[in-house]
T-cell receptor, first 113, second 111 residues
């Protein structure tokens, strides 16, 4: 079974803090994704990576950056957290190639005070 | 027009009945279609994938795809209270690896 893990289930941070969200997958997937999910707005893609050190902006990259130094690990960074970044953050991974099935981690509920 | 559209529901069905969920998409180049189930407070779980026109059955679930009409549907037979969840339709973007998700349909199965 594909396993995608995320470093924290719940996180509370203060405005202006630098926040790191970590995601690890154990299926040797080429692609990894970061989404946020908000009521009424659905799942929105922040960034994705199709290979080590490769990244591509998603639909809402502003205020975020990412890092992928190893194939199994994909990090989302909030350089200076703001209250409007309070959300559920979901990591997913898939095999390379177009249109593959994505498998999600358990999610991190981030609250920025 | 949203790229992937679903009725938000709630879709209320009695236990044992068939739940029918619909999804329409706008990108004619899309080739891969997925249904995810998401329980409240949990992450989406993949339940069905479909790539060619017609029906695909997996247990109590049947996915139906009609590319000419640009819709994909999910049938849940013999609905159980444990099927109460939000169901997300996802469609690949023709240009590559990314998926576009619909807003989800909330299903309530009443005993």
């Amino acid at each position: 079974d594909v396993k995608v893990t995320q470093s924290s289930r719940y996180l509370v941070k203060r405005t202006g803090e630098k926040v790191f969200l970590e995601c690890v997958q154990d299926m040797d997937h080429e692609n990894m994704f970061w989404y946020r999910q908000d009521p009424g707005l659905g799942l929105r893609l922040i960034y994705f990576s199709y290979d080590v050190k490769m990244k591509e902006k998603g639909d809402i990259p502003e205020g975020y950056s990412v890092s992928r130094e190893k194939k199994e690990r994909f990090s989302l960074i909030l350089e200076s957290a703001s209250t409007n970044q309070t959300s559920m953050y979901l990591c997913a991974s898939s095999f390379g190639g177009a249109g593959g099935e994505q498998f999600f981690g358990p999610g991190t509920r981030l609250t920025v005070l | 027009q949203k790229e992937v559209e679903q009725n938000s529901g709630p879709l209320s069905v009695p236990e044992g009945a068939i739940a029918s969920l619909n999804c329409t998409y706008s990108d004619r180049g899309s080739q891969s279609f997925f249904w995810y189930r998401q329980y409240s407070g949990k992450s989406p779980e993949l339940i069905m994938s479909i790539y060619s026109n017609g029906d695909k059955e997996d247990g109590r679930f049947t996915a139906q795809l009609n590319k000419a009409s640009q819709y994909v549907s999910l049938l849940i037979r013999d609905s159980q209270p444990s099927d109460s969840a939000t169901y997300l339709c996802a469609v690949n973007r023709a240009a590559g690896n990314k998926l576009t998700f619909g807003g989800g349909t909330r299903v309530l199965v009443k005993p």
